[in-house]
């Protein structure tokens, strides 16, 4: 299939089930985040979860789940009445990958979409969920990163997560290193991925780690532009870009 069409909902690689992180603290974006968790932040009067909501529901998929920690309660109160979203709640931080393996009851065994609640991006020419289920391909794949080139990314001053070949094969860097490329905050995985691991915190990262190790984990370049919202700052200056239009992307 060309990159960037659209699959049918029943086509045997179509996602249809997506999760949304949503049980961190927030811990960066203090005092934003004292009195509510952080995906209820506004961005232009909208909350983050929102932005990344609104691209999942735009893209067909409606057997959604959230997980829930911090303040949680006010993130089940904001979605109230919506009958296509189930919660996860932790009674402790599981972290990303401790937060998936304790939805997957509620997430089935098919590979599902994966965002974090404070993933903010504009849309290229192609939405990018819409581009990362076309280059899906369960035979190779693991796991399908969202990339975006560090160069390019606003609010990031770090040194990058990975590198990647001309197939999209991902490795990451080592600590001396810069990559080129950073983790965009979405994904496609394959719940068979965290077969073996123990209930508790763990990371995403040793998921990826061990399909990297097995040549399953592969990533996609955004062709929009994204934002790191780390901090009020830089929150604010991101309002300011997208309100004033300061981006050649829209906010489809």
Not at 112 to 118: A, E, R, T
Not at 177 to 200: D, H, R
Request: with cysteine; proline share 6%.
């Amino acid at each position: 299939m060309k990159q960037g069409m659209r699959l049918s909902r029943g086509s045997e690689n179509a996602i249809t089930t997506g999760m949304i992180l949503a049980a961190g603290f927030g811990k960066r974006m203090r005092p934003l985040t004292l009195e509510r968790p952080k995906p209820l932040v506004p961005l232009l009067d909208r909350a983050l979860i929102d932005w990344c909501l609104d691209r999942i529901k735009a893209h067909g998929i409606e057997d959604l789940v959230i997980n829930t920690h911090y303040l949680g309660h006010m993130i089940e109160d904001h979605f109230k009445g919506d009958p296509r979203i189930r919660f996860s709640p932790e009674e402790e931080i599981l972290e990303t990958g401790g937060g998936v393996l304790n939805a997957l009851p509620l997430l089935g065994e098919k590979p599902l979409l994966v965002c974090n609640s404070d993933t903010v991006w504009l849309e290229g020419p192609i939405p990018a969920l819409a581009r990362l289920e076309a280059f899906w391909d369960p035979k190779k794949m693991d796991a399908l990163l969202l990339m975006q080139p560090t160069f390019r990314a606003f609010g990031y001053q770090g040194f990058g997560d990975y590198h990647m070949d001309g197939q999209g094969s991902l490795s990451r860097r080592r600590e001396t290193e810069v990559a080129p490329f950073l983790f965009a905050g979405v994904q496609i995985l394959k719940p068979g991925l965290l077969e073996g691991e123990q209930p508790g915190a763990f990371s995403l990262n040793r998921i990826y780690d061990k399909a990297e190790k097995a040549g399953r984990l592969f990533g996609l370049v955004h062709d929009g532009e994204w934002y790191h919202l780390g901090t009020p700052d830089a929150l604010e200056d991101a309002t300011d870009i997208i309100r004033h239009g300061l981006t050649t992307s829209n906010t489809r």
